[in-house]
């Protein structure tokens, strides 16, 4: 919150940062290079992130440090939960606490991420994986980090006639439904769905129920019977338009960052 402040510091520390013939060693140090990029600062010389090199070796299992921790040193971390409070709204953000709130956190990170470098090193060697970890894996981290940072831009006129066009056709669609239904309902509603379906219409003789007794109207399940009623493939395209407006066309505008009029994804590896 105190930018010019944090400027300072970190200028202090640019030289060190940038200083190709020293490595860096870090968990997730995709986030740390897009962070000091904010403040001019270009982490540069060999890397070593001990996510990525976990990923290497167990790609199927986490790879967050509170895990590795327990899973490589037997040692239970300080949960962000006791600083910034439950995920939630009532949560905090870090920049509101003070360094000597969170100086024990932030030295426990740095110190257990050497510790895991240590030994995830030694295991990439053991294991044949070195020659992927450093000549593959480890450059494509900058390369993921430099494309956040690009972020992408969006048309946002072209996805708001794209609303009003899936919009009135939902509607036209909804029309249609109502009249197959000869009554209207809640589109969105599994149980109305599976009355109208299954206990007026009667489209099929046995319908799937769930443990409570609501009929099934999953998209696996109305797929399978679509060709028994037309209603069953206007409430599917009813669905995908509703999908696609919620995920996608009325949801894409509200995640540009207002300083950069883009979107920044994130890109895991």
Excluded: W
């Amino acid at each position: 919150h105190e930018r010019a402040e944090a400027q300072k510091i970190l200028d202090q520390l640019k030289e060190i940062l940038e200083d190709e013939t020293t490595t860096k060693v870090g968990q997730n140090m995709k986030y740390d290079i897009t962070v000091l990029a904010n403040y001019g600062i270009e982490v540069k010389g060999k890397m070593f992130d001990t996510m990525i090199a976990h990923y290497v070796l167990q790609p199927e299992l986490y790879h967050n440090m509170d895990y590795l921790a327990e899973t490589y040193l037997g040692y239970e971390t300080i949960k962000i939960e006791t600083l910034i409070g439950p995920r939630g709204k009532g949560q905090r953000n870090m920049r509101d606490l003070t360094g000597t709130q969170i100086y024990e956190y932030a030295c426990e990170d740095a110190d257990v991420t050497l510790k895991l470098k240590n030994i995830l090193e030694a295991e990439l060697k053991r294991e044949g994986c070195e020659k992927l970890f450093h000549e593959i894996e480890m450059p494509l981290v900058p390369v993921l980090a430099h494309m956040e940072r690009n972020g992408a831009r969006i048309n946002t006129a072209s996805l708001r006639e794209t609303s009003t066009l899936f919009t009135n056709r939902m509607h036209e669609i909804e029309e249609k439904i109502y009249t197959l239904a000869g009554e209207p309902f809640n589109i969105a509603s599994p149980r109305q769905v599976g009355d109208i379906l299954f206990g007026k219409l009667k489209i099929v003789e046995k319908p799937k129920k769930t443990k409570t007794g609501q009929y099934v109207t999953s998209e696996e399940v109305l797929t399978q019977v679509q060709h028994k009623h037309p209603i069953v493939q206007l409430i599917l395209q009813h669905r995908g338009l509703k999908k696609l407006l919620g995920t996608y066309v009325d949801a894409l505008p509200e995640l540009i960052n207002p300083r950069t009029g883009k979107i920044h994804t994130s890109y895991n590896q």
